[in-house]
């Protein structure tokens, strides 16, 4: 009986053990300690896929392994003066079987930063995590419109900073000096326009189309946005100033901005050894280029008030004549070729294809009822689409005859609308404009690719 007892001990305790070293397994795996090695390997990154802006509650996380919440404790998270701390947070990491670390930082100015690393208490061992280095940059949202000079080179000056009083470039006589006006934190672009440089060749040589983006789609970038390249050549040696730019953008805030750059200066140098025959042709070649290129201008006329208020009053009619349409756009065309104007390839919308589509509308709708009386349903489906397609046309047209035009008796163009302001072009009398804004008694007004404020008495409005 004895020796039963005593095996029957033996059985459980045995049975206990094994139990509890399946308890116990789990529990020694995840309290393993973690080592130096695996500490030094660890690095703080920021979140993935957030921006790095500064004046931005910016977060970033580090996942320690094999390491309970518990037994986890934050010495210190402080940086230098320009950062700010926020908060700190740490939660048990069950895919890692580990503890995630999380911290929150704000950075005050941009730049690329070395950040200190953070001192904590791990096993009730003092260890040290290290940062990544991160670039902070500023928020595009907050940022104001600037233009951005790039030389082939890759120099780059920008409007909005100072430039040393010092030639930024120095190039020889004769030699081709290419660059690229940028436009920066701006969705549109107004206008823009140069200076020509006396005693050298100024060549634009390409324009890019400017795409303007939508305010609601909210797409803020720190891109430069290419507007023009440019071909400079110095014929006489000395120091000479960069040409003028002048660019009118609106910025993302959606207010408009004139742009220019301060005082540039590029160092001309007489180069000892030219070849003179290739010099000689490069020069002459792109001179004559240039002749070719000025020759092209824009017809100026020489209207007067009452001219352009008669001009006015012929597109007007045009614009609501019904019936005889096509007399009032012929008696506005022979108005032009008789003052030598340019005849517009687009002309105003024409009220005609209202009326038109307006005619489509009734005409479909008795002929739908008809039918569907008669029980002709391919003729109902047919009256049908011409329906849908005269409700397009009557939307486009009632779009359309929301845009505003008039005719320029000839003035100056400003930046903003004041009489005391910088003007920035000058239209001749007689040219057709398209009216964008009105402030009291001022216009905005479109003229080809630029614009500018003109006082309302200059403008006959197109009714």
Not at 168 to 181: D, E, S
Not at 392 to 416: D, F, H, M, P
């Amino acid at each position: 009986m004895e020796k039963q007892r005593i095996k029957r001990l033996s059985k459980s305790g045995r049975r206990f053990l094994i139990f509890l070293l399946i308890l116990l397994y789990p529990i020694t795996i995840f309290a393993q300690n973690i080592t130096q090695d695996q500490i030094n390997a660890l690095k703080i990154l920021p979140e993935e896929g957030q921006k790095l802006y500064t004046k931005t509650d910016l977060k970033f996380s580090v996942t320690l392994p094999a390491v309970r919440s518990s037994q986890v404790q934050i010495i210190s998270a402080d940086q230098q003066a320009d950062i700010t701390f926020r908060t700190i947070r740490k939660s048990e990491n069950y895919d890692n079987n580990g503890t995630t670390i999380e911290l929150w930082y704000n950075f005050g100015k941009k730049g690329t930063y070395k950040l200190r690393p953070v001192s904590v208490m791990i096993q009730n061992r003092r260890r040290t995590i290290a940062f990544d280095p991160v670039t902070v940059t500023d928020d595009p949202a907050t940022m104001l419109p600037r233009m951005v000079l790039v030389f082939e080179n890759g120099t780059k000056i920008y409007s909005d900073e100072i430039p040393s009083s010092s030639p930024v470039l120095k190039i020889h006589t004769g030699r081709k000096l290419h660059f690229t006006v940028n436009l920066q934190y701006a969705n549109q672009l107004v206008q823009f326009n140069w200076e020509i440089p006396r005693d050298s060749i100024f060549t634009c040589t390409k324009e890019y189309e400017f795409t303007e983006a939508r305010h609601h789609e909210r797409i803020y970038s720190h891109n430069l946005i290419p507007v023009a390249d440019f071909e400079w050549i110095g014929l006489i040696p000395g120091i000479q100033k960069l040409p003028n730019f002048r660019l009118n953008a609106t910025g993302y805030n959606g207010y408009r901005s004139e742009l220019f750059f301060p005082d540039i200066y590029i160092e001309f140098a007489q180069e000892t050894n030219i070849d003179t025959h290739s010099e000689d042709t490069d020069i002459f070649s792109s001179a004559f280029f240039q002749e070719a290129a000025s020759v092209k201008e824009e017809q100026k006329t020489s209207l007067t008030r009452e001219d352009c208020r008669i001009l006015a009053e012929l597109y007007t009619k045009e614009h609501n004549e019904f019936l005889l349409y096509s007399k009032a756009r012929n008696d506005r065309i022979d108005f032009e070729q008789k003052h030598g104007l340019i005849i517009s390839a687009n002309p105003i919308f024409p009220t005609v294809l209202l009326y038109t589509a307006l005619i489509i509308i009734v005409t479909s709708i008795i002929c739908i009822i008809i039918s569907s009386r008669k029980k002709h349903k391919i003729r109902s489906l047919i009256f049908t689409a011409f329906l849908l397609i005269g409700i397009a046309i009557s939307i486009y047209c009632a779009v359309r005859r929301n845009e505003r035009y008039g005719i320029c008796t000839g003035c100056k163009l400003y930046s903003i609308p004041q009489q005391n302001a910088e003007s920035v072009s000058e239209t001749a009398s007689g040219i057709k404009v398209r009216i964008l804004e009105r402030t009291d008694k001022w216009y905005y007004i479109e003229v080809g690719e630029s614009g500018g404020w003109c006082s309302t008495e200059d403008i006959y409005i197109i009714k």
